[in-house]
């Protein structure tokens, strides 16, 4: 079993930056690539950006490229998507996801059997 817990969310005007972070623990070998999906109320969950673990490939969203950016740390199993220039379309619950397929690397969130998500971080930006 992996467990993910997200930290870095919160409240931000138009304009500002936050930095969320994914820490992993337990069964974390065989990580193929995580991620970070997002819900809006209302809405359903999308694709925001992913990165292989191993190689550092990144896809990103259209609506968040030039402004979001996912990075990793592997010596301390961590995720994390700085994003900048937020917008009120950003406010959503923000969820780590880690895969061990390809999916996410093609903006699909992973079958169950081969994805574990974290509980979500909730990122409000205001106008």
């Known amino acids: 079993q992996v467990q993910l817990v997200e930290s870095g969310g919160g409240l931000v005007q138009a304009g500002g930056s936050l930095r969320l972070s994914c820490a992993a623990s337990?069964?974390?070998?065989?990580?193929?690539?995580m991620g970070w999906f997002r819900q809006a109320p209302g809405k359903e969950r999308e694709f925001v950006a992913a990165?292989?673990?191993?190689?550092?490939?990144?896809k990103y969203a259209d609506t968040v490229k030039e402004r979001f950016t996912i990075s990793r740390d592997s010596t301390k199993n961590t995720v994390y998507l700085q994003m900048n220039s937020l917008k009120p379309e950003d406010t959503a619950v923000y969820y780590c996801v880690r895969d061990l397929s390809r999916a996410i690397m093609t903006g699909f969130p992973p079958s169950a059997s081969f994805g574990s998500w974290g509980q979500g971080t909730q990122v409000t930006v205001s106008s």
């Open positions: 990165i292989t673990w191993s190689g550092g490939f990144t």
């Open positions: 337990g069964r974390t070998f065989s990580t193929y690539a």
